[in-house]
Each structure stands twice: as structure tokens, then as C-alpha cells.
């Protein structure tokens, strides 16, 4: 079992930057893909990014590419989220999540562990 625990976010203007990290306790020894997801109010949880074991491999939704910015830190346990240029349409919950499978980075059923999620809100 992994427990996932996120924090960070919380209320930013439009152009500003969050950093939401989630710490990992439990079976952390194992080697696990971590990702990033969101949902909106009324709207599907979708794929943010995602991050292989050693740090070196990374993934994110297309529309995301260039402001968002995914590390982890293995010696920690932890795993960041770095968001600039924000915009009102990046409002959402934003979750973490741990898989311990190959593929499928961008599909929710892929995690098998998933913290409670921390609120991001984007005011204009």
C-alpha cells in the first residue's frame, strides 16, 4: 500500500505559479510511476503529466507542454508539480497518483493508489 498526500495549492491570479508536491508513504521501496491528474467541477479527471521511477523519463498532455513542469525526488518521497503562467481554465482539484505499470501513463485506470487531491483556483 502507498498512501499519496498532496499539498500546495490554493488561490493565484491569472499569470501566476503554484507548486503542488505530494509525499508518498508506505510501500515507497517499490518502483513506481507517479502522475499528476485534475478535474473540474462537472468535467472528467484528465491527465496532467507523469514521471518514471528514476526521473529521467516524463510525460505530459500536449496542452500543457511548457508551463508545467513535473519532478520527483526519490530520496524524499516526493513528487512536484511546478505550474506558471496560470490561467482560470487551469481551476480544478488536482491529484496524485501512483501506478506501478509501464504504459498507459495518460489513463486513471493505469493508478492503483490516489491521494485525496489539493484545490487549485485561478482567478482573472
Known amino acids: 500500500q502507498v498512501q499519496l498526500v498532496e499539498s500546495g495549492g490554493g488561490l493565484v491570479q491569472t499569470g501566476g505559479s503554484l507548486r503542488l508536491s505530494c509525499a508518498a508513504s508506505g510501500r515507497t521501496s517499490s518502483r513506481y510511476t507517479m502522475g499528476w491528474f485534475r478535474q473540474a467541477p462537472g468535467k472528467k479527471r484528465e491527465f496532467v503529466a507523469a514521471?518514471?521511477?528514476?526521473?529521467?523519463?516524463?510525460y505530459y498532455v500536449d496542452s500543457l507542454k511548457g508551463r508545467f513542469t513535473i519532478s520527483r525526488d526519490n530520496a524524499k518521497n516526493t513528487v512536484d508539480l511546478q505550474m506558471n503562467s496560470l490561467k482560470p481554465e487551469d481551476t480544478a482539484d488536482y491529484y496524485c497518483?501512483?501506478?506501478?505499470?509501464?504504459?498507459?501513463?495518460?489513463?486513471?485506470?493505469?493508478?492503483?493508489?490516489w491521494g485525496q487531491g489539493t484545490q487549485v483556483t485561478v482567478s482573472s
Open positions: 514521471i518514471g521511477w528514476s526521473g529521467l523519463s516524463t
Open positions: 497518483a501512483a501506478t506501478s505499470r509501464l504504459t498507459n501513463w495518460g489513463q486513471p485506470a493505469t493508478y492503483d493508489y
